[in-house]
């Protein structure tokens, strides 16, 4: 069974148009499902999980980034029904501005994105994870004043203005498209970017943000105070991926 | 075998960066190619190639398979294959390698060794010794 999960600013009237292009594609495919609206709803992580206990097997998240980082939790958070979680799939129906996670795993567009889910292209990726949130995409912040520990081994600092980023997932708007990203690596990417010609890249696994004046932005949504632990959380999610992702 | 960096084809994709303005304390270790255009304190080790930048300041000791080195660097360099030594490099420390290019205008104070080109085994002796401070 699909559940789409349908975020708050759809509810403008904006979006009714697109809203109805998506319904009418997915009932000619043949993916009808279960519709929750954020909205309606209180404490989305027990709805989630209550669906899958019920027999969901795929999660679609209908909406942008904030709407992904809003529900991923409850999709990964797999302690309660493991068992039932195991196969979950999860995907993404992009709508409206700030979709750089969707962009990322191929999807394009709300329309392509209803084909791409018939298609069911499967990759098991990683998960950032940030003291006790997840993300998908990366955590940035400010690199004035920020030292990143790394596996207690050595430490970084910076001379220079500018931003550190923590990438599990890269997106097409990311600032460098040289960047070698890979979200099933089983490593996050650290890239520091100060002038033009000034870049610094380190594949890790583990790591410690200290900042006492900027917090931590994960996926450009949640602030996270630091010091803040980040780590990766190896092939932790089945997502539904586009022939165009970033990533092999 | 050089690009317009004056780095190798072989440090195009580059497992590690240190840019300019970033300042590394600790011991780094690598197993991919590693780039260093800053500062770095402490203890330096990747098992594959290492390129130091003009620019690049290290207080280190160092150990990769093959290195070119263009910048400071203040500690020992065991480097089990080739060291290429740029004409801006200024090395004060003992330097260990199986070939060896030095271009003019590089220093190095330190004790010259050339161990055979055996990979990383101990068993490794000097063949040639030398006390060097060259200046060409």
Do not use: W
């Given at each position: 069974?699909?559940?789409?999960?349908?975020?708050?600013?759809?509810?403008?009237?904006?979006?009714?148009?697109?809203?109805?292009?998506?319904?009418?594609?997915?009932?000619?495919?043949?993916?009808?499902?279960?519709?929750?609206?954020?909205?309606?709803?209180?404490?989305?992580?027990?709805?989630?999980?209550?669906?899958?206990?019920?027999?969901?097997?795929?999660?679609?998240?209908?909406?942008?980034?904030?709407?992904?980082?809003?529900?991923?939790?409850?999709?990964?958070?797999?302690?309660?029904?493991?068992?039932?979680?195991?196969?979950?799939?999860?995907?993404?129906?992009?709508?409206?501005?700030?979709?750089?996670?969707?962009?990322?795993?191929?999807?394009?567009?709300?329309?392509?994105?209803?084909?791409?889910?018939?298609?069911?292209?499967?990759?098991?990726?990683d998960?950032?994870?940030?003291?006790?949130?997840?993300?998908?995409?990366?955590?940035?912040?400010?690199?004035?004043?920020?030292?990143?520990?790394?596996?207690?081994?050595?430490?970084?600092?910076?001379?220079?203005?500018?931003?550190?980023?923590?990438?599990?997932?890269?997106?097409?708007?990311?600032?460098?498209?040289?960047?070698?990203?890979?979200?099933?690596?089983g490593?996050?990417?650290?890239?520091?970017?100060?002038?033009?010609?000034?870049?610094?890249?380190?594949?890790?696994?583990?790591?410690?943000?200290?900042?006492?004046?900027?917090?931590?932005?994960?996926?450009?949504?949640?602030?996270?105070?630091?010091?803040?632990?980040?780590?990766v959380i190896t092939g932790k999610?089945?997502?539904?991926?586009?022939?165009?992702?970033?990533?092999? | 075998?050089?690009?317009?960096?004056?780095?190798?084809?072989?440090?195009?994709?580059?497992?590690?960066?240190?840019?300019?303005?970033?300042?590394?304390?600790?011991?780094?270790?690598?197993?991919?190619?590693?780039?260093?255009?800053?500062?770095?304190?402490?203890?330096?080790?990747?098992?594959?190639?290492?390129?130091?930048?003009?620019?690049?300041?290290?207080?280190?000791?160092?150990?990769?398979?093959?290195?070119?080195?263009?910048?400071?660097?203040?500690?020992?360099?065991?480097?089990?294959?080739?060291?290429?030594?740029?004409?801006?490099?200024?090395?004060?420390?003992?330097?260990?390698?199986?070939?060896?290019?030095?271009?003019?205008?590089?220093?190095?104070?330190?004790?010259?060794?050339?161990?055979?080109?055996?990979?990383?085994?101990?068993?490794?002796?000097?063949?040639?010794?030398?006390?060097?401070?060259?200046?060409?």
């Amino acid at each position: 069974m699909n559940i789409y999960i349908y975020d708050d600013y759809l509810n403008k009237s904006k979006y009714s148009r697109v809203l109805n292009r998506v319904e009418i594609r997915l009932t000619d495919l043949g993916l009808n499902g279960k519709i929750i609206r954020l909205g309606a709803i209180k404490n989305i992580r027990d709805v989630i999980q209550n669906e899958i206990k019920n027999g969901a097997k795929t999660i679609i998240a209908v909406g942008n980034n904030q709407t992904v980082n809003k529900i991923i939790g409850s999709v990964i958070d797999n302690e309660m029904y493991g068992f039932f979680q195991k196969n979950i799939l999860f995907s993404i129906i992009p709508i409206g501005a700030d979709n750089s996670i969707a962009d990322s795993l191929g999807i394009k567009k709300e329309e392509e994105a209803c084909n791409i889910l018939l298609a069911r292209r499967v990759k098991k990726i990683d998960i950032g994870l940030v003291n006790n949130y997840y993300f998908l995409n990366k955590a940035t912040i400010p690199s004035q004043g920020t030292t990143v520990e790394i596996n207690n081994e050595y430490s970084i600092e910076t001379v220079e203005k500018g931003i550190v980023s923590i990438y599990n997932l890269k997106s097409s708007a990311s600032d460098d498209k040289n960047l070698k990203i890979n979200p099933i690596d089983g490593k996050l990417d650290i890239y520091i970017k100060n002038k033009d010609k000034d870049s610094t890249f380190i594949s890790v696994k583990k790591l410690k943000i200290t900042n006492k004046n900027y917090p931590l932005l994960l996926d450009n949504i949640i602030e996270i105070k630091t010091p803040a632990d980040i780590s990766v959380i190896t092939g932790k999610l089945n997502v539904v991926v586009g022939k165009d992702r970033s990533f092999e | 075998m050089f690009n317009k960096d004056n780095k190798p084809e072989k440090f195009k994709d580059a497992e590690t960066i240190i840019g300019a303005s970033i300042k590394v304390k600790g011991n780094f270790h690598g197993q991919g190619n590693i780039i260093i255009e800053g500062q770095l304190e402490g203890n330096l080790r990747t098992e594959a190639n290492l390129f130091v930048g003009d620019k690049a300041k290290i207080v280190a000791n160092i150990e990769a398979n093959d290195a070119i080195i263009n910048g400071e660097i203040k500690g020992s360099l065991k480097i089990h294959q080739y060291l290429a030594i740029g004409q801006n490099a200024k090395i004060t420390g003992d330097v260990n390698y199986s070939e060896i290019s030095i271009e003019r205008g590089a220093t190095i104070n330190g004790q010259i060794l050339c161990i055979p080109n055996s990979g990383k085994s101990n068993k490794n002796k000097p063949v040639e010794e030398e006390t060097a401070s060259e200046e060409e």
